[in-house]
Structures are given as structure tokens and as C-alpha cells.
């Protein structure tokens, strides 16, 4: 049994995260591709992207890594740079390195010292979402 602060964690709650971890796809550093991309799985990206990328896992872009595009993922690590809009169900982090220039739709985001950050935001929250005021005939 695990214990973290106290508080057991549940056998299936690590093999969750341990999943989370694996990569399925790897765009490398000094590859080019271009097109839309459509990913299952969890995606990295090393080298350059121009061209719609939608994942239902995860995208990580390095701090070599380039996207000139929209990104559609469950969540978004930005160690690099990604121009083009962005929309995450979860979680979108931007470190330290990590440049974003283009509006974001998220569940949650997390800015970083030192990363930059260029365009709107706007959260999804189950709260809005339930007291969104009603449409006029």
C-alpha cells in the first residue's frame, strides 16, 4: 500500500499514472511533418508540427519541439513552442521554457516562472457550465 500524505492510494489509481507515463508516438528532433495529425494515444513532439493535431491522450511538446497549429488533447505539456490554438479536457502546462502564442480553451492550466503565455483563456468548469445563463427567444 502507498501512503502519501496520510491517505492510502489505491492499487488502481498508480496503474492509471503509469499509463499516463507511456508514449505512443514520437515525432523526433530534426523531423518536419506536415499535415493533420489524428493520435489515440499519448503523443511527443521533438521536432517541428505544422498542421491540426488532435489527440484523445496526451501531447508533450519538448523544449526543441515545434507546433504551428491547433492542439485538440486530453491534456498538454509545452516545454517548447506552440503557435496556434489550443483546447484541453484536463490539464494544460506550460514550463518554464515553454512559449504558447494563440488563445487556449482548458480544463485547467498551469503557467510556469518564465514560460510565455500570448492570447485568451478560457476554463471549462463544471459551475459554468451548469449556471451558463439561457438563450432568448
Given amino acids: 500500500m ?6 492510502p492510494k489505491q492499487r488502481a489509481d498508480i496503474r492509471d499514472e503509469r499509463i499516463n507515463d507511456r508514449v505512443d508516438t514520437i515525432i523526433g528532433a530534426g523531423t518536419v511533418f506536415t ?3 489524428e493520435i489515440k494515444g499519448t503523443l511527443r513532439i521533438d521536432g517541428k508540427c505544422e498542421g491540426k493535431i488532435t ?3 496526451d501531447v508533450v511538446v519538448g523544449e ?3 507546433v504551428v497549429s491547433a492542439v485538440e488533447a486530453r491534456n498538454l505539456q509545452v516545454a517548447g513552442t506552440v503557435r496556434g490554438g489550443i483546447k484541453t479536457s ?4 506550460i514550463s518554464a521554457t515553454g512559449k504558447v502564442y494563440g488563445d487556449i480553451e482548458v480544463g485547467k492550466v498551469v503557467i510556469a516562472d518564465g514560460a510565455i503565455f500570448q492570447g485568451q483563456c ?4 463544471a459551475e459554468a457550465q451548469t449556471t451558463a445563463p ?4
Fill in 2 to 7: 502507498n501512503v502519501l500524505f496520510g491517505q
Fill in 35 to 37: 499535415g493533420d495529425l
Fill in 134 to 137: 439561457a438563450k432568448k427567444e
Fill in 90 to 93: 484536463g490539464i494544460l502546462e
Fill in 64 to 66: 526543441g519541439g515545434l
Fill in 55 to 57: 489527440s484523445s491522450g
Fill in 122 to 125: 478560457r476554463m471549462h468548469t
